[in-house]
């Protein structure tokens, strides 16, 4: 059997507390049916934001050792995802996260299909309503109340999220099918 290493380079701390269950979890089921043993996935300190000869650093650093780098932007700065691919010459093994402008469009759908205590669930919104919402972040705090910091919750709401709520957002597609590209490159499915 096939042992798949991956690594995570967020733009953020939150990002990263609620990306690398949910890659960890869409990962492990992949291996189910692919036949392959998703190890665990290791991160770096250094953020997708930073200068742009650190960021090459340390996904250079990182693919020397892992399968596949996912790495996170967001929608807005997709483009840096493959910019750095050619840089540092890496080809599909890059996998970009990229959530229609911020991570906290996939941390809301989360939150709908969880519904966490204190989360406003009037008004559902479906998949594509929460890809065309200007501001998922604000749209998240104000169902929160304000009353908590909304990051607090997303490793929490990300342990517990069925990934096939996920799939129903457009940008988790396009997430999705570059990341089974990348494995079928790798041959691991």
């Not at 890496?90 to 941390?107: F, Q």
Request: hydrophobic share 45%; charged share 25%; aromatic share 8%.
């Amino acid at each position: 059997m096939k042992y798949l290493v991956s690594a995570l380079l967020t733009e953020g701390e939150s990002d990263e507390a609620f990306l690398r269950p949910v890659l960890q979890n869409l990962l492990d089921q992949m291996a189910l049916t692919y036949e392959f043993e998703a190890g665990f996935m290791r991160t770096s300190p250094v953020r997708a934001i930073d200068l742009t000869a650190r960021v090459d650093s340390a996904a250079s650093v990182l693919l020397k050792t892992s399968d596949l780098l996912f790495v996170h932007r967001d929608h807005r700065e997709r483009s840096k995802i493959a910019a750095l691919r050619t840089r540092i010459g890496a080809g599909s093994r890059v996998v970009a996260v990229a959530p229609v402008l911020e991570t906290e469009a996939w941390v809301l759908a989360a939150a709908f299909a969880v519904k966490p205590p204190g989360f406003d669930v009037t008004k559902l919104l479906g998949p594509k309503e929460i890809e065309r919402l200007a501001d998922p972040k604000a749209e998240l705090n104000r169902r929160y109340g304000g009353r908590q910091c909304i990051e607090d919750f997303f490793g929490l709401l990300a342990e517990h999220v069925d990934v096939d709520v996920l799939k129903q957002l457009p940008a988790y597609q396009t997430f999705l099918q570059d990341l089974t590209t990348a494995l079928k490159e790798l041959n691991f499915s």
